[in-house]
């Protein structure tokens, strides 16, 4: 299994060769695009229609991966790592928060 480090360099060459004038912007319009894809299949999932859960559920891991490739070549157009930039937002911020304990500011 790769790093996320790992899959966005792998990603950079392969966005370099295939999309090599995009904005960084175009990736959040994508990256939008992908969401409400998430909260359709989500959305039929729960509601139990237009197909079976396990059809919506395959649904929705691609919307996640594709929203995950998205903020990789957002954070990449950007020149950021994306790695880093989870870790530590995870250990500086969200992981340090109680909501339990502090339910107005976590």
Known sequence: MKTLTELQLEHK???KKNFPFTESYQTL???GEEVG???HAHLKEEQ???GESNAHQLEAKDAVGDI???LMHYCTLRDW???PILNNVWE???SKRDWKKN???G
């Open 29 to 31: 319009l994508g990256l």
């Open 68 to 70: 995950i490739i998205y």
């Open 103 to 105: 339910p107005q500011e």
């Open 81 to 83: 790592a994306i790695e």
């Open 92 to 94: 500086q911020t969200v």
């Open 48 to 50: 139990n229609i237009r």
């Open 13 to 15: 060459e392969w966005a």
């Open 37 to 39: 894809e998430l909260f």
